[in-house]
């Protein structure tokens, strides 16, 4: 099993990374139903100002981020089957296809949940070797989405390591930042990226394959422990908030926390 104990979230990190490697792990996601065009550029514009990663962009935008991130080193991403996997496998090839055919080169898939909880692995492996044969044919990089929230067995997100590992998928990811599940009270809440969860993906998919959290990682401490654990990405929509706390904290010279500084309105969904 993976080897480092899992930080506690809540407590600063040392400043042990530098901007660049921090930066280089954040996918900015742009996937709220409501994102006008007018904020997705905006979305891309902070993405391109901060050199992180990549923007995770819905499907429909992608040939808008391709324009706005044209002659910069931040990579378009968008998602298929999202956020809840239940798309026809020939219809989840073809978004795959359309969005490389936009100029994404980077594919967030998420798995057929139900198919997975009711144990039909056949068909989850069969789904996801021909997504990433589509995506690998574009040159594209592919991301499987777990959906933790919903496959909360450690067995099953074991098997899908391993399936994830045979099809030759780039990155395993914990959630789509959008799994609210029903509680007793009848209110929906999501968890997202647990250091449990990212530390038992690493554990269980060999150095070839990537991790990427995503859901709940919203300030810098969150996405060093995240690092800490083995995560090569994070998806977030808290990129202005975490890397500003960077700055702050690289201005005063210390590792320790500053006072918060409101920068973003609370999150709509999961990232």
Not at 29 to 55: I, K, W
Not at 58 to 65: D, I, N, R, S, Y
Not at 160 to 181: M, N, P
Request: aromatic share 6%.
């Amino acid at each position: 099993m993976f080897g480092v104990a899992a930080p506690t979230f809540g407590v600063t990190a040392p400043m042990n990374y530098t901007y660049a490697e921090l930066a280089g792990m954040i996918d900015h996601a742009l996937l709220h139903p409501a994102l006008t065009d007018a904020e997705m550029r905006a979305g891309c514009e902070l993405a391109r100002n901060y050199a992180v990663a990549s923007v995770c962009i819905k499907p429909c935008a992608v040939a808008l981020a391709v324009e706005c991130l044209r002659e910069t080193a931040v990579a378009v991403g968008t998602v298929v089957g999202f956020p809840h996997g239940g798309s026809a496998t020939e219809i989840k090839r073809l978004e795959t296809a359309q969005a490389c055919r936009d100029g994404a080169t980077e594919i967030d898939v998420v798995i057929n949940i139900g198919k997975a909880l009711g144990g039909d692995w056949p068909y989850v492996e069969a789904e996801l070797h021909a997504i990433t044969e589509e995506t690998h044919r574009h040159g594209a990089l592919l991301k499987v989405i777990f959906e933790t929230d919903f496959l909360t067995e450690d067995a099953a997100k074991i098997r899908l390591c391993g399936i994830c590992d045979r099809i030759g998928a780039d990155f395993v990811k914990t959630s789509t930042g959008f799994g609210f599940v029903r509680q007793r009270d009848g209110q929906y809440r999501y968890t997202g990226a647990t250091a449990h969860d990212v530390a038992l993906l690493r554990a269980h998919t060999s150095s070839r394959v990537r991790i990427k959290a995503s859901g709940g990682v919203r300030d810098l401490d969150g996405l060093i422990a995240m690092r800490e654990l083995g995560a090569s990405r994070c998806g977030t929509s808290a990129t202005l908030q975490i890397l500003a706390e960077y700055r702050r904290r690289e201005a005063a010279g210390s590792p320790e926390k500053t006072p918060a500084v409101s920068v973003l309105p609370p999150a709509a969904d999961g990232y």
